[in-house]
């Protein structure tokens, strides 16, 4: 058995030298410690809140019994000065994370959250793994976290112009000429999408939010929306040369535009020897659906005009939908309908799922996911298994105002 102990607190974030702002953190940083976990080795996180205000953790992805979900449909909040045990057994490798699932659009922001890694027994060999975290923040005139709200935030959820990596703004990353590196990515940002490029340079794509894929696919950015995770083998690189690790220009349809902005800098330093070994087949992943079996539930998420909100983020019409149940061992097939004009990253609490299609085209390869976006006006089809893990779970859209503004679905699986 695993024991770690987590408290959240306010501390003094450091983004740069020398410049801090007011924030919460998990043991007194940002991120949250990566918690280290083994495939089928129970862990114990002992929870104490020493904020003002309530909250729980949401491992988000992992496989856990739903009395552990963290959400306030299955636990009661942990209230300041109190201490919950969360306990429970990673069933899959993968890179995953942890955060608040109450008041999340503000604590998330703040600084509450942390990577939750889960090793397998095979894994590829790299000359070194680092985990990295994706954030962005935007302060106030006075360099502090900015007052939360407005239409312009609830309509495109928060972005801010201070872009970090694992709580730094635009570190330097040096790694040596000639190794291969393993990078475990999560984009933890409450809304932002990152459209990751290395300067253009090829990367490897070997994991997702379920852990590895079939065999590693060669590309030159990979899209993140709010929430989801990549793992990629960078390198190997020539001595001396400089790459921005950047996000691409990503239209996503809001009120507020961006360009392509840097995250980072990669250096590469004097070669060194390199012992990874990475093989042509990581694992396989069995089509859990055909694709043109029918679906047995739709899911639609929209946005329209409301008289006292300004504007509602739905799930079939509704305000914090209540879903259908689903029956424990019986094959989901969802149209996840995007009936809005802009993006929404969906994510799917306690189960993975695949996605089948996307406007009727497959995926360029299979995965398995927590997290997808759905592009404007569109219909992506998932196909996911409930296991015997009765209780209540919910889905619902990862940018961190829509989830609050409604755009969410509860429902149970039962026995
Ligand atoms: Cu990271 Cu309810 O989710
Ligand atoms: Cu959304």
Excluded at 47 to 59: C, D, G, K, M
Excluded at 300 to 309: D, E, H, I, Q
Excluded at 366 to 394: C, F, H, Y
Aim: hydrophobic share 35%; glycine share 10%.
């Amino acid at each position: 058995m695993k024991r770690v102990e987590l408290v959240a607190s306010e501390i003094a974030w450091e983004i740069r030298d020398g410049q801090t702002v007011g924030a919460y953190g998990y043991n007194g940083q940002v991120p949250g410690p990566v918690i280290e976990a083994k495939a089928g080795e129970p862990l114990e996180v002992r929870f104490t809140n020493r904020l003002s205000e309530p909250t729980t953790i949401h491992w988000h992805g992992l496989r856990v019994p739903a009395a552990m979900d963290g959400t306030k449909a299955v636990q009661p909040v942990v209230e300041p000065g109190q201490t919950f045990v969360y306990r429970f057994t990673p069933p899959d490798a993968g890179t995953f994370w942890y955060h608040p699932h109450t008041n999340e659009s503000e604590q998330l922001e703040k600084g509450l959250y942390g990577a939750l890694i889960v090793r397998g027994d095979d894994e590829p060999i790299v000359d070194r793994e680092r985990v990295l975290v994706f954030d962005d923040l935007k302060l106030d005139k006075r360099g502090e976290i900015a007052a939360f709200g407005g239409l312009k935030q609830r309509h495109d959820g928060r972005e801010g112009d201070v872009r970090l990596i694992n709580g730094r703004a635009e570190p330097e990353l040096v790694m040596a000429a000639g190794q291969v590196e393993r990078w475990r990515i999560i984009n933890a940002s409450s809304a932002r999408y990152v459209r990751l490029s290395l300067g253009g340079a090829p990367f490897r794509i070997i994991g997702t939010d379920g852990g590895l894929i079939e065999k590693p696919v060669t590309v030159t950015e990979v899209l993140l929306p709010a929430a989801d995770r990549v793992d990629i083998l960078v390198g190997p690189f020539q001595e001396g040369e400089g790459l921005d690790v950047e996000s691409l220009k990503y239209d996503r349809m809001t009120m507020g535009r961006r360009g392509n902005e840097r995250f980072g800098t990669l250096r590469v330093g004097p070669r060194e020897a390199s012992r990874a070994v990475v093989p042509s087949r990581l694992r396989s992943i069995p089509a859990l659906s055909p694709s043109d079996v029918a679906p047995n539930r739709v899911v639609k998420m929209s946005v329209g005009p409301s008289l006292r909100r300004g504007l509602d983020f739905l799930v079939n019409g509704e305000r914090h939908h209540h879903d259908r149940p689903v029956q424990v061992g019986e094959l989901q097939v969802w149209d996840v309908v995007n009936k809005s004009l802009m993006d929404h990253p969906f994510h799917l609490h306690g189960f993975f799922f695949q996605v089948v299609s996307v406007n009727g085209e497959p995926p360029g390869f299979r995965s398995w996911e927590d997290v997808v976006n759905l592009p404007p006006r569109s219909t992506t089809r998932i196909a996911w298994l409930p296991d015997d893990r009765p209780g209540s779970w919910m889905y619902h859209c990862h940018i961190l105002e829509h989830h609050e503004a409604g755009m969410m679905g509860h429902f149970d699986v039962v026995r």
